[in-house]
């Protein structure tokens, strides 16, 4: 089994989700759905992208878990590499294949102790 992005938002009027002072220094909440590959229904998904610029302007120290870090903010450019990581990864089911999409992206089921078909389809 393999994932898809269903839907990628860029909230870019939300100042405590968003902080962008230039294309080169940004730092914005990205909010993903993504499911199983030709299936129906997906789960919420969350990243963070930011510049080095926006890293070094912040006091230290600084912990990486769920930030993708690029030059400058171009949402096609991000999207893009987004696709390619979800794409990168396959498992047996879909619990255990949210679980190794989770490494990297926030998901709403990562302390979730059992997952079924009914949570998946709540779209």
Known sequence: M???IRQIHFDLNDR???AIKSEHDFRVEVDLIVGPQGQLGGNDYIIY????AWLASQPKPIL?????IV???NEEEIEAILKALVAEYSAE???ELGQKLAR?????FEDYQEMNAESLNRR
């Open 104 to 108: 990297f992206m926030e998901w709403e």
């Open 2 to 4: 393999r994932a898809e």
């Open 71 to 73: 030059e400058s903010f």
């Open 16 to 18: 405590e989700r968003v």
């Open 64 to 68: 990486g878990r769920f930030l993708l």
């Open 93 to 95: 089911t879909w619990p």
């Open 49 to 52: 992208v930011c510049s080095p």
